[in-house]
């Protein structure tokens, strides 16, 4: 059975810190691309940022800088550290794994909400 489970968020003031966490099971995870979305309330889902299956990364221009994406396959588990988090990043975020080679082969997570409010 496919899992990805995301964990880690919560309500952070402006200029905090936040760390996703998504494990996933159920596949062979080293053969995936990893990413995060975000669904703010009343907008469509965008993508923050890519780890591929062969180590490369790809950032949204709103978050480059401040958040890092990052993975470990032994453990089949992706991160997004958030730095410098301001109202805007508040959203709904979601783990997404997108078979190599392929452009719709994937799975979703349930997604976990980070809120940015003082």
């Known amino acids: 059975q496919v899992q990805l489970v995301e964990s880690g968020g919560g309500l952070v003031q402006p200029g905090g810190s936040l760390r996703l966490s998504c494990a996933a099971s159920?596949?062979?995870?080293?053969?995936?691309?990893m990413s995060w979305y975000r669904q703010a309330p009343g907008k469509e889902r965008e993508l923050v940022a890519t780890?591929?299956?062969?180590?490369?990364?790809n950032y949204a221009d709103s978050v480059k800088g401040r958040f890092t994406i990052s993975r470990d396959n032994a453990r089949n588990t992706v991160y997004l550290q958030m730095n410098s988090l301001k109202p805007e990043d508040t959203a709904v975020y979601y783990c997404?794994?997108?078979?190599?080679?392929?452009?719709?082969?994937?799975?979703w997570g349930q997604g976990t909400q980070v809120t940015v409010s003082s």
């Open positions: 159920g596949f062979t995870f080293s053969m995936y691309h």
């Open positions: 997404n794994a997108l078979l190599r080679g392929s452009s719709s082969y994937g799975y």
């Open positions: 780890k591929t299956s062969a180590g490369g990364t």
